[in-house]
């Protein structure tokens, strides 16, 4: 699990430091890039809502290797084309992989460790946030090192065929149903329930802020008069802030009985470093950048909730699939939406104004999938 966690941003975030020297080499338009750098998002919704129904008719742990397979296989073929369009179509299939894994990963947890959740959700959060800093951090010098960008992605795919080692093995778990009961919650079930509903745009407020945040904190801090370096630097500070974040957050949510005050100040995170971020943007960039990335911590807490809130490994795959293929639809809009509204007014103020009041929704969602309650007595109330 740690090894795959690893693995599952690789195929998106490699691309955007080279991004540049990927147009140039492959002639890519900038509508092309435009739809590579949306892609992601896109599959996380698309082939995520796939995922439960994958492994309820080919076994969770089969499913798990094919996806690292695929993510391994696609990153391999893209680098070795001279096509932007046939990068961007061998693209789907290591970004399905990818969503695919993302979305099983807390039922696996629910199923192979249910007394130790929130021990769990830290351990592969952790990894997953770890993943993503050293993909960022390494991937241009590594394409340097090697001369071409080719190789300082081929690098990622080499590491998701090594993850896909020990999940051979484990592919014998597939014999029996993977909750033991070979029930089957449909998408229409899940449809019927508050609690999808709610958790859906739980997951989905939280992944607009972070998509908006990441993919705009370099551009507030340049047009504020830093580097480039110096901008990216500060991005560093926000997406490193995740790993001590998801190894907390996570073991303490599940030793609280109702954790909406967890909710509460990460949401308030988010607040005081868009505030800071309109009124003083220079004399406290690394504190504002900081406390935006505590306020993505809500990621981590999101998956243990999900963990938290079923009784079996099923209802952790269907209640994950649902929320996560409609929640990154939401999720979605936060960058279009941020480059719109800068276009627009001609600064920052408004469009850090929008996301300031998308934190009302964010913690009124929370503070519900906070209450205890379970995806499973839902679902029998509404039968």
Not at 19 to 33: E, H, W
Request: net charge positive.
């Amino acid at each position: 699990m740690v090894a795959l966690a690893f693995n599952l941003r690789p195929v998106a975030v490699a691309v955007a430091p080279v991004l540049g020297d990927i147009r140039a080499d492959l002639a890519m338009s900038a509508t092309t890039a435009g739809v590579l750098t949306t892609l992601p998002v896109l599959a996380f919704s698309a082939f995520g809502a796939l995922a439960p129904w994958c492994a309820r008719r080919l076994g969770m742990h089969r499913v798990i290797l094919a996806a690292l397979l695929l993510a391994a296989g696609g990153m391999a073929a893209r680098v070795a084309t001279d096509s932007s369009a046939m990068f961007l179509l061998l693209s789907v299939p290591a970004l399905a992989g990818m969503a695919t894994a993302n979305v099983l990963l807390p039922s696996l947890v629910k199923l192979h460790f249910p007394s130790r959740i929130g021990l769990m959700t830290s351990v592969y959060t952790t990894v997953l946030a770890f993943g993503m800093t050293v993909v960022s951090v390494l991937t241009v010098p590594l394409s340097a090192a090697t001369g071409s960008w080719r190789y300082g992605l081929l690098l990622w795919a080499v590491t998701a065929a090594l993850a896909a080692l020990p999940w051979v093995a484990l592919t014998s778990h597939d014999i029996r149903p993977v909750n033991g009961s070979g029930t089957h919650i449909s998408v229409r079930e899940m449809a019927r329930t508050r609690l999808a509903w709610v958790t859906a745009v739980f997951f989905g407020t939280q992944a607009l802020q972070a998509y908006a945040a990441f993919g705009w904190l370099p551009q507030i801090f340049r047009d504020a008069g830093f580097s480039a370096a110096t901008s990216g630097l500060l991005l560093g500070v926000a997406t490193g802030i995740g790993i001590p974040v998801s190894f907390v957050l996570p073991p303490l949510a599940a030793r609280i009985a109702n954790p909406t005050p967890l909710v509460l100040a990460l949401c308030g995170c988010y607040a005081v470093g868009y505030v800071g971020l309109i009124v003083a943007p220079v004399a406290g960039a690394w504190a504002w950048a900081t406390l935006v990335g505590l306020g993505t911590g809500i990621f981590p807490l999101v998956l243990t909730l999900i963990g938290l809130r079923t009784l079996t490994s099923e209802g952790t795959a269907a209640l994950s699939g649902f929320a996560q293929s409609v929640g990154y639809l939401l999720g979605a809009v936060g960058p279009l939406m941020m480059g719109v509204l800068n276009d627009a007014t001609g600064g920052w103020t408004v469009p850090l104004c929008v996301l300031i009041a998308l934190l009302i929704p964010q913690a009124v969602t929370g503070a519900f999938v906070c209450r205890p309650r379970y995806l499973e007595a839902e679902l029998s109330s509404s039968s």
